[in-house]
């Protein structure tokens, strides 16, 4: 293996329901032989461990918050790292005051962020890890550059987006891209926005990196009924889902299940009672990937309305299912999704495009098989989590040696 052998994986809350995507690229880079030590922020809920999966990462797992609220070990880690290197320590300190984006309340944060920055640091120096990778870039990635600043272990994320765009000043998205190593974009359109928010001089070392699944494990959909549609996600104002349940309502012979939970699970049930769908509407919760793998296989479209994306990791488990897909023509989901190719493209919010889009797909069952097949090819040949992790780990390497990739991303097929 190459010059970064042992890393760290951080992100907010890890392992969760919602974040498989993040347990493949552990799991794919670990298969390449590599160490990979995983740390959480905080630690996920009951909730989120629905698999063996889940469990045996959440066990395996190093908990910052949980670490920290030892006042003896919180005190004796930054001791450790005003002992090492003083001058690191302050200018890390220095760093979280000024990316304070304002405020009594921000200013506390801040200085959690800091404190919890020694943790993970002797944490890290503790486990010979070399580089750490964060993803997510909001809190968790705060904490990985103050990490950094304070103990010279070199620090990359991965840049998801769409919500981090809506507030990279509070976020300070600039100086995170500065003071990474490198940072793997999830599609150009991702790519596009970290280069307005950054300097010139940065642009080098944005690299797109997709997330991926693993095709061979999802096999091609039974689609025993032309009218059983599938949603996979959470259950928040940004996945659509009104627009989606209104949709129904002109489509009498559909039904469709919603696998997922989340803030707005009581009102979404509450809404389908008023529309006169609930009896074709069936609210499952949170299920494994097994289970996802196995609603996949028996559902004929995948739909997805939302509002706001980057590029939808529960798509390409659809596609790789060989289901086509109904969804919305957003930030980097045209990358993934080629209309009429794949799938169809909608424009968010509009109840009738997309009600008139389900009705093409319950009519012509063979252009659905046609779609799928297309889009299982795109997913195996662009988004498989081995191709993806291989080329992070040509990332990892390259600028552990010095000698960093000048590509953006291999080329296709590669």
């Known amino acids: 293996m190459g010059a970064l052998n042992k890393i760290a994986y951080l992100t907010g809350e890890y392992p969760r329901a919602t974040d498989t995507f993040i347990q493949r690229e552990v799991a794919a880079l670990r298969a390449m032989g590599r160490e990979v030590v995983t740390c959480s922020i905080r630690q996920t809920g009951a909730e989120h461990h629905v698999g063996p999966e889940q469990r045996a990462e959440t066990a395996r797992t190093f908990h910052v918050l949980k670490a920290a609220k030892s006042p003896l070990h919180l005190l004796s880690c930054h001791w450790r790292f005003l002992r090492q290197n003083p001058g690191r320590y302050f200018e890390s300190l220095r760093l979280a005051l000024t990316t304070n984006p304002g405020g009594t309340k921000n200013t506390l944060y801040q200085l959690f962020y800091f404190a919890e920055a020694a943790v993970l640091g002797a944490h890290l120096q503790d486990q010979d890890v070399t580089h750490l990778h964060n993803h997510i870039a909001k809190s968790s990635c705060s904490v990985a550059m103050l990490m950094s600043e304070m103990t010279g272990i070199p620090f990359s994320f991965t840049l998801h987006g769409p919500d981090i765009f809506f507030a990279p000043q509070h976020w300070r998205l600039d100086k995170k891209i500065e003071k990474a190593r490198f940072v793997a ?230």
């Open 185 to 414: 974009c999830i599609s150009h359109f991702c790519r596009s926005q970290a280069m307005s928010f950054s300097t010139t001089e940065q642009w080098n070392k944005l690299h797109i990196v997709h997330c991926g699944v693993d095709p061979s494990l999802y096999s091609d959909a039974e689609k025993l009924n032309k009218n059983k549609f599938l949603f996979v996600g959470r259950l928040a104002a940004v996945k659509g889902i009104p627009v989606l349940l209104e949709a129904l309502v002109d489509l009498p012979n559909a039904e469709l299940t919603i696998v997922g939970d989340g803030p707005d699970r009581d009102a979404l049930q509450a809404k389908a009672r008023d529309l006169g769908v609930s009896q074709r509407v069936d609210f499952v919760g949170y299920k494994s990937q097994s289970d996802v793998a196995e609603y996949l296989k028996t559902h004929s479209v995948f739909v997805l309305p939302s509002f706001a994306e980057g590029v939808p990791v529960v798509l390409m488990e659809a596609m790789a299912a060989g289901l086509p897909v109904v969804t919305t023509k957003i930030a980097g989901v045209p990358e993934l999704v080629e209309d009429g190719v794949s799938g169809r493209l909608v424009s968010p919010g509009e109840v009738s495009a997309l009600a008139g889009a389900l009705k093409e797909m319950s009519e012509d069952p063979i252009r659905n098989s046609e779609m799928g097949a297309a889009g299982r090819a795109q997913v195996i040949s662009e988004f498989s989590v081995s191709k993806e992790a291989a080329w992070l780990s040509e990332l990892f390497d390259g600028y552990g040696a010095g000698d960093p990739p000048s590509d953006l991303r291999p080329e296709a097929g590669q």
